[in-house]
């Protein structure tokens, strides 16, 4: 059960940290916030366009916001170390682990979109 509260919290913040990202949202939002955040300065720009950065403040607000609820325990550290009394040492991994694995999940996505497994369209298998 661990494994898939997991599995699901990466999918959660992969889709955050893409929708941040890339996407261009309801009436702009997104895209106006970036365009925000590039005119307050060069740095705090990119951290709205990089996924791993992104993420890495994804991870770690939830796994605050985690810590704040005892009941339930849906981060990777939380679940790992609840009630060690590692608390503060908690946000700090899961923000690491939410980097990483929001890296790994949209290179091995630019990967299959490079190599033609995703979203390819073979001009030649048309039907006459």
């Known amino acids: 059960m661990n494994f898939l509260i997991v599995f699901c919290y990466i999918l959660f913040a992969y889709g955050i940290a893409n929708m941040v ?22 740095g705090f720009g990119k951290l709205f366009n990089c996924m791993m950065c992104f993420s890495t403040w994804v991870g770690l607000l939830v796994s605050i916001v985690d810590l704040l609820i005892p009941a ?3 981060t990777p550290f939380n679940i790992i170390l ?5 608390w503060w040492l908690i ?9 990483g ?8 996505e630019e990967a299959c ?7 390819y369209i073979d001009d030649n298998s048309e039907q006459n």
Not at 101 to 108: E, Q
């Open 21 to 42: 990202c890339y996407a261009e949202g309801p009436w702009g939002i997104f895209e106006w916030w970036r365009e925000v955040a590039d005119n307050i300065s060069e």
């Open 72 to 74: 339930a325990a849906f």
């Open 82 to 86: 609840a009630g060690s009394g590692l």
């Open 91 to 99: 946000p700090i991994l899961d923000a690491g682990f939410t980097s």
């Open 101 to 108: 694995a929001v890296w790994l999940v949209h290179n091995f």
């Open 113 to 119: 979109e490079r190599h033609g497994t995703i979203g």
